[in-house]
């Protein structure tokens, strides 16, 4: 089913080589990347890029769709159960794939909780709510939790062994760790049934080496590329992307960055969905969607409990 480099027509072994010696070994890989950003990893120029580049999407099949196939696509995109029906309603069903979603709110809202919970659910069989698939999780805080995921596991009557079995995790150390690692998922998403990738959070690392309104705009440059070579994922692959970002409860504090003047929110350039979360008394946690034309306005409260999400 992966298409490898070495597979495109008219890619000789001496270009194959250069090309995965930097990374690049599936066809998709070649596709989504630029060619001067291919062409400053591998040495190989730009023409004789172009060419391959050509090569591969027409072996991949991207070429014009009609209108009638953009439906049929549409109807393809599955969902994920949150575990709380209210917070699925509120999302017409569920977290979408060949979409990102984005949970943001203040530390403790539950962001990472719902990460835990989606690697879960996504294992499911579609009448529970799941697409049968494995999840990766990429976490750049250390929040991931082992015992989490076992609790879960159990809530839903899964065996907890094989469930974690089917979650790849990796710690992403800084920025360009995090966007090569999606680099990669190019590859190993197609290889091993994965159906959702997690990154909790997606902003830590961009935040903490690029701060300060002086690095601003470098800074979100750098994130809204991530973001779209996460997008590209998700559509590539008809897989789910949920994204956590961590924004301070009083944004004045940050007068002047955009990033919390929008809502806090850091899709605004990117399509996909955006859900506030806050807490409330106890327990208890409140969801809000953000600037989605597709979805009706309004709240949902869901519960975290130690089996996870929950009404
Ligand atoms: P965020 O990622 O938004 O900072 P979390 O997803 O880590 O927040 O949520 C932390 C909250 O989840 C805790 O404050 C607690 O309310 C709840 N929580 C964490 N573990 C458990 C558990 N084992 N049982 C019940 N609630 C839990
Ligand atoms: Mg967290």
């Keep these: ?53 050509e090569n591969a999407r027409r072996a991949l099949g991207i070429t014009f769709k009609t209108a009638r196939e953009v439906k049929l696509e549409r109807l393809n995109i599955k969902k994920i159960t949150t575990g709380s029906k209210s917070l699925d309603d ?3 069903g569920g977290i979408e794939t060949k979409t990102i979603t984005e949970f943001y709110g203040e530390y403790g809202s539950g962001k990472t909780q719902i990460c ?3 690697s879960v659910n996504v294992q499911l069989p579609p009448e529970r709510g799941g ?15 082992w015992e989490r995921i076992e609790a879960m596991a159990r809530g839903l009557g899964l065996e907890p ?24 998922l190019f590859t190993f998403v197609p290889k091993n049934d994965v159906r959702l990738v997690v990154v909790d959070s997606v902003t830590s690392h961009f935040r903490a080496e690029f701060p300060g309104r002086e690095h601003l705009a470098e800074r979100q440059q750098k994130l809204n590329a991530h973001l779209h070579q996460l ?9 789910a992307v949920v994204v956590t970002n961590q924004v301070m409860a009083r944004p004045d504090v940050f007068y ?5 003047a929008v809502g806090g929110h850091v899709l605004a350039h990117t ?9 409330s008394k106890g327990n208890k946690r409140i969801a809000r969607v953000v600037d989605a034309p597709h979805l009706p306005e309004g709240e949902a409260v869901f519960i975290i409990t130690e089996e996870g999400i929950r009404d």
């Design 161 to 184: 062994d094989q469930v974690m079995d089917n979650i790849f995790y990796m710690r992403a150390y800084n920025s360009d760790h995090q966007v090569s690692i999606i680099d990669d």
């Design 131 to 145: 697409l049968s698939g494995k999840a990766v999780y990429v976490d750049t805080e250390g929040t991931f939790r």
């Design 1 to 53: 089913k992966v298409l490898s480099i070495r597979d495109i027509p008219g890619v000789n072994p001496a270009i194959a080589d250069k090309l995965e010696a930097a990374g690049y070994s599936s066809a998709w890989t070649v596709v989504v990347a630029r060619v001067d950003e291919l062409a400053e990893k591998t040495g190989i120029p730009p023409t004789v890029l172009q060419k391959v580049i």
């Design 271 to 279: 399509p996909g969905v955006r859900i506030q979360l806050r807490r």
């Design 256 to 260: 002047g960055d955009p990033t919390t």
């Design 231 to 239: 997008m590209r994922l998700a559509e590539a692959f008809n897989i």
């Design 90 to 92: 509120l999302l017409g």
């Design 116 to 118: 835990h919970q989606l």
